[in-house]
């Protein structure tokens, strides 16, 4: 049995989850797998994604997967990153289809025509370091911030974001240039937009902080 399964299904940055997970957790059992068991059995998940929601949607099923991630999202401790953040939530407008439902919300695009404070027109896909506020929702600092600054930089490369009207969902949040939420947690469950794998010595941070933590 693994002390960590990182879902495979053909669409992440699978080789720099492994590689920072190795180098958070060197005493500890990672497995990168497709094989719904070895994720049922694993003490902890990581959910990763990059690429398009229908593309992801579709290999995870191909793979047989959905069942074992849903469980290991209700019952384990579990990160979703990226990809893997959008879809757990209800409905994306990316393909106009259905996410797994685990969260309530949806995953909606960036405006076309984007603009900052100065009238500089932004790039979407929004790519690169942004400053990620911990906290929007809840009244108490989650497990995982532990030893991350307030207003710390992280990686992000994505088109879409997720809106949902649980606020107490809401973990972090950061703005491009209007706010979106960019972190989510509910029990045993956390899940960001950003790539903690690629953000250097916070991204560590944080997911050191996962694979101590014991969610109640």
């Not at 893997?84 to 405006?111: T, W």
Request: proline share 6%; with cysteine; aromatic share 8%.
């Amino acid at each position: 049995m693994a002390d960590i399964a990182v879902v495979d299904y053909g669409m992440g940055n699978l080789r720099s989850v492994h590689q920072a997970l190795r180098k958070v957790a060197p005493d500890a059992s990672i497995v990168v797998t497709d094989d719904p068991c070895v994720v049922a059995q694993a003490t902890r998940v990581v959910f990763p994604g990059q690429g398009a929601m229908p593309d992801c949607m579709r290999e995870m099923d191909a793979r047989g997967l959905r069942t074992a991630v849903l469980e290991a999202a209700k019952s384990k401790p579990f990160l979703g990153i990226c990809i893997g953040l959008q879809m757990l939530f209800e409905h994306s407008a990316e393909g106009d289809i259905p996410g797994l439902g685990v969260l309530p919300g949806r995953v909606v695009r960036f405006a076309a025509h984007l603009r900052d404070e100065r009238g500089v027109k932004l790039k979407v896909p929004h790519m690169g370091w942004n400053q990620v506020h911990q906290g929007c929702g809840s009244a108490h600092e989650h497990p995982l911030w532990q030893g991350i600054a307030q207003d710390a930089r992280f990686y992000f490369v994505h088109s879409y974001y997720v809106q949902t009207d649980d606020a107490q969902l809401v973990q972090a949040g950061s703005s491009y240039p209007q706010p979106f939420t960019c972190a989510v947690a509910r029990g045993n469950l956390f899940a960001v937009q950003f790539h903690p794998e690629k953000s250097a010595r916070d991204g560590l941070r944080l997911l050191k902080n996962f694979v101590n933590w014991n969610p109640v």
